[in-house]
């Protein structure tokens, strides 16, 4: 059974930081390409950030490039968000997800998906 389970999300005032983490069950992990999508209250998902299986080709969407980096550590199965000069803006649920086939934004591919965890980002 694969799971995905996010940690790591919280309450920070805005221009502070905070460290996602995504750890993977059940999957061989280094086989998938890994993203990170968020949905704030009333708005619809939108991607945040993927990464390859190896680490070496990462995407972000427009609006947190500079200030979010993807990485991954094969050996422990988890894929982490490290997300720096935090808006309110970012304040939304934060997924991460898992396929097989593509380096993506698109959340089309996706098939695995985690429960999501919590960011309020106050002003």
């Known amino acids: 059974q694969v799971q995905l389970v996010e940690s790591g999300g919280g309450l920070v005032q805005a221009g502070g930081s905070l460290r996602l983490s995504c750890a993977a069950s059940?999957?061989?992990?280094?086989?998938?390409?890994m993203g990170w999508f968020r949905q704030a209250p009333g708005k619809e998902r939108e991607p945040v950030a993927a990464?390859?299986?190896?680490?070496?080709?990462?995407y972000y969407t427009n609006s947190v490039k500079g200030r979010f980096t993807i990485s991954r550590d094969n050996a422990k199965s988890t894929v982490y968000l490290q997300m720096n000069s935090l808006k309110p803006e970012d304040t939304a649920i934060y997924y991460c997800?898992?396929?097989?086939?593509?380096?993506?934004?698109?959340?089309?591919?996706?098939?695995?998906w985690g429960q999501g965890t919590q960011v309020t980002v106050s002003s």
């Open positions: 997800a898992a396929n097989q086939y593509y380096t993506t934004l698109s959340a089309g591919p996706y098939n695995y």
């Open positions: 990464i390859s299986v190896a680490g070496g080709t990462t």
């Open positions: 059940g999957l061989t992990f280094s086989n998938y390409h």
